[in-house]
Structure formats: C-alpha cells, structure tokens
C-alpha cells in the first residue's frame, strides 16, 4: 500500500484515539483504518498502537513515529501548496526555442519586449535545435517550442500566435537582366534562391494554389537573411518572409514578383507542454506573443511590384 496513506491514517488515530472516529474524519471505515495501520506496522517492523476492546494507545515507538508522519505530511501539504501557488504566478525560469530565422526577425524584438514588460520571469531564448518530434523542446528543459508548420501531434498542445506573410521578389538588376516573371511556370527558367527545407514553392490559395519544385538552384541557404542579401545582389528570385526583406521591397531594392499569384501565409504556433493547469508564466508568455504580433503588424507594401 501507499505509505502516504497509512501514515495518513495512523496519525489521525494518533490524534482522535479511536479507529471509529478516524474513520469519520477521513471519510473511510473502521475496518480499513485499522488495516492501514497495520500494515504499516508491518512495514516499520515494530507494533505502533495498542489495541484494547475500549481504546487506541499509542506505545514508545508509535509515539515517535506520529510525531515524525505528523510532521512528513505537514511537509508535503506545504511544498504542495507552495508549488501551487508558484504555478499560478508569473515568475520563475521560462526556456523558448524557435527556429533560427523566425529568432532573427521581430520575434527577437517580441521576447525582448516580454521579458523588459516581466521582469520577474528568467527568460532563456535559444534559436535552432527544433526536432521533427514535436515533443524534444520539452526534454531539452524549454518550456514553449515555436514552429512555423503545421502541426498534428496529441501530445502537445499548441496557440497559433499570428500568421507570417511571404513574398516572391527579386532585384532590379536580376529583372533588367532576365526579364520580369510574367507566370509561375516560368520558374523553371529562371534561377532562384531556395531555402534547403523548402525546395517546393506554393503559390496562390486554395484550390488555385500550384506546387513549384524548384530545379534551377541558383543557390541555397538554411538562413533566410542569405538568400535576401544573394536577392539584393542580383543573384536570383527569392520566396522571402516579408518581414526579412521588408525594408528592402520598400527602398526598391527588391521587388514583388507576380502579385496576382499570393503566396500563401505561415501560421506561427507556440507548442507547449500537455497536462492542467498550464503554468501561468507560459499563458502569460503566449498571450503577451499574441498580442505584440497584433500590435507591430508589417507596414504595407506600396509600390513594390515589378
């Protein structure tokens, strides 16, 4: 049996002085009492209580076993409580993992703004390291784990924070050179700047979307500020977040390639850990995320378009 329970059991004896009326207060029966007791005096090795037609007593050894049961579970109560309550604060450590080119962009500037906004939570903030397995985050020590994929995985939960807007651009000095891109299957002639977990571009939405596998790698990259910087330098078209590229598409620098073909938008989630309650610090960590991505949109585009 339980130890937590008999020694719950054995000292409620100790202080009533009756298996009867330590059945009542623990909601439970005379029989079952005095089993636990015994079976923890079996446990122990030395008989706690002694046993008479018309009372309980408590011998040496049970004496000093109550008082240290008594003083375990009063122990355990508190940690409890107090382990409780910290989970319902919003402080303590808070350990955030997320792909490195999303970290670069203003989801840096997000968390930055979360910690200055909660200084009572340690914020630990690494960028790449995410698994296919979208349950490691919680074995490396983090707490939330940010993706940019779809996900289908029970033994997570997940908050879709906001959606990140892509855009198919290239240079002035790659169009003057090669042409402009008048139509998606045009790709194929043309060099492009390809992320290496991206070989496939979509363009469009829904049912009008098509699938692009790009064979023409002009150059490829894990860093999506690489493939802008190879874009600016004329060395292609690339499929860039536009918050990577935006100051670029705005001086001219860059420019939006077929605009009547929209690519479609990545959702970001924040994965965290299953199981209730979830840990205030995390809640407020995903609201305040929410939030900021509402607050700081992208400015609009205007004139970007080759």
């Not at 940010?146 to 790659?174: E, N, Q």
């Not at 874009?231 to 977040?241: E, S, T, W």
């Not at 690519?263 to 995390?282: F, H, M, W």
């Amino acid at each position: 049996m339980d130890r937590m329970l008999l020694m719950r059991s054995f000292v409620t004896v100790a202080q009533v002085g009756s298996f009867s009326q330590a059945a009542r207060a623990l909601n439970s029966s005379g029989s079952l009492v005095s089993r636990h007791v015994a079976e923890l005096e079996r446990q122990v090795g030395v008989r706690l209580v002694n046993r008479t037609a018309r009372s309980v007593s408590l011998t040496e050894p049970g004496l000093r076993y109550a008082e240290f049961a008594a003083r375990i579970l009063k122990e355990i109560e508190t940690e409890d409580a107090s382990i409780a309550e910290l989970n319902d604060r919003a402080e303590g450590s808070l350990g955030v993992l997320a792909p490195k080119w999303i970290g670069s962009l203003d989801l840096g500037d997000a968390i930055a703004a979360f910690s200055t906004a909660h200084p009572k939570i340690r914020v630990r903030f690494e960028l790449g390291g995410l698994s296919d397995r979208t349950y490691d985050f919680l074995d490396g020590g983090f707490d939330v784990a940010l993706h940019t994929r779809d996900l289908r995985d029970s033994s997570v939960r997940l908050k879709k924070i906001t959606s990140l807007p892509f855009v198919l651009c290239a240079s002035r000095d790659y169009i003057a050179r090669h042409g402009a891109l008048t139509h998606p299957d045009s790709l194929a002639s043309h060099d492009c700047l390809v992320h290496v977990n991206e070989p496939v571009w979509r363009l469009g939405h829904g049912a009008t979307s098509t699938l692009h596998k790009i064979r023409n790698v002009a150059y490829s990259s894990n860093s999506y500020i690489a493939l802008r910087k190879a874009a600016v330098l004329g060395r292609g078209i690339a499929l860039l977040p536009e918050r990577s590229a935006h100051d670029e598409l705005m001086s001219g620098a860059l420019q939006v390639l077929l605009p009547g073909h929209v690519v479609p938008e990545r959702p970001l989630y924040a994965v965290y850990g299953p199981g209730q309650p979830t840990p205030r610090k995390v809640m407020v960590f995903l609201q305040f995320l929410a939030q900021w991505f509402k607050d700081n949109p992208i400015p609009a585009l205007e004139g970007a378009g080759a």
